[in-house]
């Protein structure tokens, strides 16, 4: 079984709209965390956002914020007042802290927005 | 500019060759992570360093072995390459290296490794 789904290769935003980028996982460790990257197509990657299992807020960083819900095993990226910068792979990624740390990586959401 | 440094920016080699990819983190940052981008395989992790000492391990093949030296850079060594080797190698540093504290993370601009 896949341990990151990101079911949406593609999506379209309007500018300064919000768009939600799903992400699910699959773990029976307890432990872990989940990240969100941003890769242009200039090939950088950047970090967004972490959420650790055991926290009880969702994570938010300025206008990325992380819907976790974890009886579903779901960690989407909410980006708000989308901009044309944000037009970028996204990829969604978790680590399991009691299974050799490892990360997995989802297949990654093509984000474009649209002015 | 994130602080983190990877050097080359490009290599270009033969199948059976040996590379080494080196990487400088962050100043104060004690831990590195090596990944590996590619079409076919996507992103991968390969291994993370924390301090000198392995902490994770992730899909790195035997003929890849990586360190992390006491002034904190790091290596991955590759090994009778091979043409599925050609990838995009990115290095990223943080300051912790497991649960707890902050974790974010600074990629560098990747090695761009084609095998021929």
């Known amino acids: 079984a896949q341990k990151i789904t990101q079911t949406q290769p593609g999506m379209f935003v309007q500018e300064k709209e919000a768009v939600t980028l799903d992400c699910t996982y699959d773990?029976?460790?307890?432990?872990?965390?989940l990240f969100w990257y941003k890769q242009p197509s200039s090939g950088e990657m950047i970090f967004l956002i972490y959420?650790?299992?055991?926290?009880?807020q969702n994570a938010t960083e300025g206008r990325y914020s992380l819907n976790f819900q974890k009886a579903r095993k779901s960690a989407n990226l909410v980006i708000s007042a989308s901009q044309l910068g944000d037009s970028a792979m996204y990829f969604c990624?978790?680590?399991?802290?009691?299974?050799?740390?490892?990360?997995?990586f989802g297949t990654g959401t093509s984000l474009t927005v649209i002015p | 500019d994130s602080g983190v440094t990877q050097t080359p920016k490009h290599l270009i080699t033969a199948t059976g060759q040996r590379v080494t990819l080196r990487c400088s983190p962050r100043?104060?940052?004690?831990?590195v992570y090596w990944y590996q981008q590619s079409l076919d395989q996507g992103l991968q992790f390969l291994i993370q360093?924390?301090?000198?000492?392995?902490?994770a391990k992730g899909n790195i093949l035997e003929r890849f072995s990586a360190q992390q030296f006491p002034d904190l850079h790091s290596e991955l060594n590759l090994s009778s390459l091979e043409l599925g080797d050609s990838a995009l190698y990115f290095c990223?540093?943080?300051?912790?290296?497991?649960?707890?504290?902050?974790?974010?993370?600074?990629f560098g601009p990747g090695t761009r490794l084609t095998v021929t």
């Open positions: 360093y924390y301090n000198g000492e392995e902490r």
């Open positions: 990624a978790m680590r399991e802290m009691n299974t050799g740390n490892q990360f997995y």
């Open positions: 990223a540093s943080s300051v912790g290296g497991l649960a707890g504290g902050s974790h974010e993370q600074y």
């Open positions: 100043s104060g940052d004690l831990s």
């Open positions: 959420q650790g299992s055991y926290d009880e």
């Open positions: 773990t029976s460790d307890q432990s872990y965390g």
